[in-house]
Every structure is written in structure tokens, then in C-alpha cells.
């Protein structure tokens, strides 16, 4: 049986007459740019976050870049992030001349570990920025604790974490910033690039709506020097479509995580914890193996597909270099033994089963 690491495919065929009809209605209208569809989804998403504003834009990465300049953040400020993260998560701290300080996760749920946030704090610090890896929300009480502790902001990257709560708070919604990625394969995604970003601060939001189009708020009126940033009107149509289904998706995410935690048990794999007091979403379902290389050729000899996110973390790449020299134990044990299989809304028993099977036989 073989076996994807996402069926896009399956997906749209459960929701084609809804996206085709929908399409085809936005090709009528011709109003690509900000149009209706990309209002709409501003307010529908904005509603079911609970945030005050919820802003779309281009990509993942603009949301973090966006947001980061929106909440102020300056050439040579320092913001402690994790290394065990998309490239984007550096990248957009970059973007704006600021400095990545990368801190080590915690061994089982690889989010950034505040202990070691608290021990980086110089007086150049700005901002924590926890990335809720593979859908699983941060310890966001402790880390908002310690940066009001130090004055500090907090800005969420969400990008694999749509729909997932903390404490009975989304994801996003904590933070003076939360930055979403609507990448194909994320538990929420588009049929290309598309992002958000989320804040509860008039102020921010308004910089963020400028920001993203050009630094304009009226036609040929420029405040700031912006960006060509704005969400595709065709984007937004599958999107909205897409929300109404968001919490059944998640909720098949995690009853397949459930599946594969419970056939798995007693394994000599780690997998990944799911912890009562917040919503694990599943953009991946992540576990760690030694001779995880070995594991994943095998895996893949059985016509089941599975990856590697990600294995070389930000602080040994290339790009990086110039940053501090640390060491970071548990960031780099991870990418060496962490391997994702596949998961999404649609997956049946009897594919679970197979991969399963794959696994214990490796």
C-alpha cells in the first residue's frame, strides 16, 4: 500500500463542488487584490482565533517578517527563539538586522525550554519567540512569565498550529504577535503560498495593513516604505472553505496521532506526547528513533512515505555561522532521531495499520 505523507488530493475531492463553485464565482467578480473573499477571511478567522485583528498576508514568512517590524523590533535587537524550526523562523529575524539567539528544547514536547530562554537574556534582548513545533503550543504561561519578567515581547510563530489551543487560548492569540503559515500541507492550507498574522494591539495592526501593501492606507498615499504582501483573492476563497472544516480536521488529526501513539506503544520509539491542558493539532506526527536513517530507508522500501523535519537546526547551518557558538544538546539529539509520518484528515485504519507495520518491522 502506498502510502503519502499528505492527500491534498483526497482532501479537495471532499470539498470540490464548494472550491470549484467558489472559484469560479471570484473569476466573475475580478476583484483579485484585498477583494471580498480575502475581507471575509480576515473577519472568519479573526472570529474563530479570538484575536481582536487577524490580517492575511503573502506567506508564513511575511506574517513572522511583518509582525516582527510591527511590534517594533530593531537592527541589533536580540530575540531568543528555538533552532529546531523552518528556516523561515531565522530567516524573518534577519529580515530586519535583529538577532537570533538560539536556546535548546525540552526533550518531549521539542518546544523552546524557558530555562534556557531565562539564561540567554542580555541587555540587547526584545523578544522571545516560541515556534509551537509540529502543533503543539509552547509553554506559553511560563515564557509570557519570563518576558514580563524582563520587559520583553512575546511573538508567536504559529505557522504549524492553526486551531491549537493552550489553556483554552489559540495559539497566536497570546503574544502581541502571532505569525500563521496557510502552506499546502499545514492542518490549515492553500492551493499555494498564503499567511496571517494576529494581534490584539490596534497600533500593530495597524502598521501590519500598511506594511503589507506598500506602506499604503489610500491609493497612491505611501506612510512607510512597505511590502507587496497581500493574500490572493483565489487563496481566500479555498481558505474559507477550509475554516468551516478546521476543528473536524484537527479533531481527525488527533485521532490519528491517538492511533499511532496506541499501536506504537511499548515500541522502542519516542512518541509525541499529548498533553491535557493543550490541543495538540498535528501538522506532523513527529517520533524519535535511533538509526532514524536506517528506520526512514526502510520505511520508504514499503511504499510509506515519511521525512525528516529537520535535520540540521538553524544554529549549525551555514547561513547562521556568524551567530554565538553554542551548544545545544537536546536540539541537535532531536534532528538526528526524529522522523514524521505521514498524517492527515483522511488517512483510514488500514493505512495507519501499514504504517505501523513498516515502523515495527524496520
Do not use: W
Request: hydrophobic share 40%; proline share 4%; with cysteine.
Amino acid at each position: 500500500m502506498n502510502i503519502p505523507m499528505v492527500d491534498l488530493k483526497g482532501q479537495y475531492e471532499t470539498i470540490k463542488d464548494e472550491v470549484d463553485t467558489a472559484i469560479l464565482q471570484a473569476l466573475a467578480e475580478t476583484r483579485f487584490i484585498l477583494g471580498p473573499n480575502v475581507q471575509a477571511f480576515d473577519q472568519e478567522a479573526g472570529d474563530y482565533l479570538g484575536a481582536k485583528h487577524a490580517i492575511s498576508c503573502a506567506s508564513g514568512t511575511d506574517a513572522l517578517h511583518l509582525g516582527l517590524l510591527a511590534a517594533g523590533i530593531k537592527p541589533g535587537d536580540e530575540i531568543i527563539t528555538s533552532a529546531f524550526t523552518f528556516i523561515a523562523t531565522g530567516e524573518a529575524i534577519r529580515y530586519i538586522g535583529a538577532e537570533p539567539v538560539f536556546v535548546d528544547i525540552q526533550a518531549q514536547s521539542l518546544n523552546i525550554d524557558r530555562a534556557r530562554s531565562r539564561a540567554a537574556i542580555t541587555d540587547k534582548t526584545r523578544a522571545i519567540l516560541p515556534v509551537h513545533l509540529f502543533g503543539l503550543p509552547a509553554d506559553m504561561a511560563e515564557i509570557q512569565a519570563l518576558a514580563d519578567e524582563f520587559g520583553l515581547l512575546v511573538i508567536e510563530d504559529c505557522a504549524q498550529s492553526f486551531g491549537s489551543r493552550y489553556q483554552g487560548k489559540t495559539t497566536g492569540t497570546m503574544g502581541c504577535v502571532g505569525a500563521y503559515s496557510f502552506f499546502p500541507s499545514k492542518n490549515l492550507g492553500c492551493y499555494g503560498d498564503g499567511g496571517m498574522i494576529t494581534t490584539n494591539d490596534d497600533g500593530i495592526a495597524a502598521q501590519i495593513r500598511l506594511l503589507r501593501n506598500h506602506g499604503s492606507s489610500q491609493q497612491y498615499h505611501h506612510d512607510v516604505i512597505g511590502y507587496n504582501s497581500r493574500l490572493d483573492e483565489l487563496q481566500a476563497v479555498v481558505l474559507r472553505i477550509k475554516l468551516k472544516y478546521i476543528d473536524e480536521y484537527n479533531q481527525k488529526r488527533l485521532a490519528v496521532a491517538r492511533s499511532y501513539n496506541q499501536r506504537l506503544a511499548n515500541s522502542r520509539f519516542q512518541t509525541p506526547a499529548i498533553v491535557d491542558d493543550r490541543d495538540h493539532v498535528f501538522h506532523q506526527y513527529t517520533l524519535l528513533c535511533d538509526d532514524r536513517d536506517a528506520v526512514r530507508e526502510h520505511v520508504l522500501s514499503q511504499g510509506v512515505a515519511c521525512a525528516v523535519y529537520y535535520p540540521i537546526p538553524l544554529h549549525q547551518q551555514k547561513v547562521f555561522a556568524d551567530t554565538t557558538t553554542v551548544e545545544l544538546p537536546v536540539t541537535e539529539s532531536s534532528a538526528n532521531r526524529c522522523l514524521s509520518l505521514p498524517i492527515f484528515p483522511e488517512m483510514t485504519e488500514a493505512q495507519i495499520a501499514s504504517v505501523c507495520e513498516a515502523i515495527l518491522s524496520a
